[in-house]
């Protein structure tokens, strides 16, 4: 044995047999790399040490594109490490209980005794969602099988379905900064307005055919970075508001 205190987890490779994941109170993670001879009674081991500053509650493998990627729990932290030096880590409030992966491997959701649960995208931690309601913490965060959806499970006395729908790209700026949005009065086209070239601050996409190029729209008095677009109730004008001149402009007639 590696660790120097009692285990608090242990857990096979999401791909591989070969591969073993324990958590500690030494504030270690190990992995652990083995090969078995051909007459499974030889085996060859590796190592590799996960160091942490504090106990580590939970120890689990997810899958990426790039392999085997490692998830731990300690403290009010979820780390995941791609090798021993490298970690992203996304916190609780209070202390992290629990962290579970989608079976794609696309999602990480974590429980936290703040009455929380994450979810994050696993390949860089990014935050999608916090899911709050429970009065107490939550022990337990589980995604569905073949699902997107996480089950909690908390001190409250309750347990939780939660139906996560991550955002998607809408559109593609064409801007240094995007400062303003407003949606037609049918709600088949959007006015973006922020800081472009110089007389073409802003842009309407057709929501419908979300590829083709935008319509840029010139500026009637000047450049200038443009905010607040409004439309019409008919749809046919366009008005937003000038950032360095404090006035109304109108960008487009019909």
């Not at 021993?84 to 409030?93: D, E, K, Q, V, Y």
């Not at 009065?135 to 337990?140: D, L």
């Amino acid at each position: 044995s590696h660790h120097t205190a009692a285990i608090r987890d242990i857990n096979f490779g999401k791909d591989s047999t070969d591969l073993l994941l324990t958590g500690s109170d030494d504030r270690q993670a190990i992995v652990w790399q083995y090969a078995l001879g051909a007459g499974k009674a030889e085996q060859k081991l590796r190592t590799f040490a996960l160091p942490h500053d504090r106990e580590v509650k939970v120890a689990r493998f997810a899958s990426q594109a790039v392999g085997e990627v490692a998830l731990t729990v300690s403290g009010k932290d979820v780390r995941l490490w791609t090798d021993s030096t490298s970690t992203a880590r996304r916190g609780h409030n209070d202390w992290a209980i629990d962290v579970d992966v989608s079976d794609d491997g696309i999602y990480i959701a974590s429980a936290g005794a703040d009455g929380t649960a994450n979810v994050f995208v696993a390949a860089n931690m990014a935050p999608v969602a916090r899911l709050r309601g429970h009065r107490a913490g939550v022990q337990r965060a589980l995604f569905l099988p073949a699902s997107h959806d996480v089950l909690t499970a908390s001190l409250d006395g309750t347990v939780r379905l939660w139906s996560v729908r991550p955002p998607t790209g809408l559109l593609t700026s064409r801007a240094k900064w995007e400062l303003g949005v407003a949606f037609d009065p049918a709600g088949q086209r959007a006015l973006v307005c922020g800081e472009a070239d110089e007389q073409r601050q802003c842009a309407v996409h057709d929501l419908n055919h979300r590829d083709a190029k935008p319509l840029l729209l010139t500026t009637l008095t000047g450049g200038g970075p443009m905010s607040s677009p409004i439309w019409s109730s008919d749809g046919s004008l366009l008005l937003a508001h000038r950032s360095d001149r404090g006035a109304a402009q109108r960008v487009l007639a019909r």
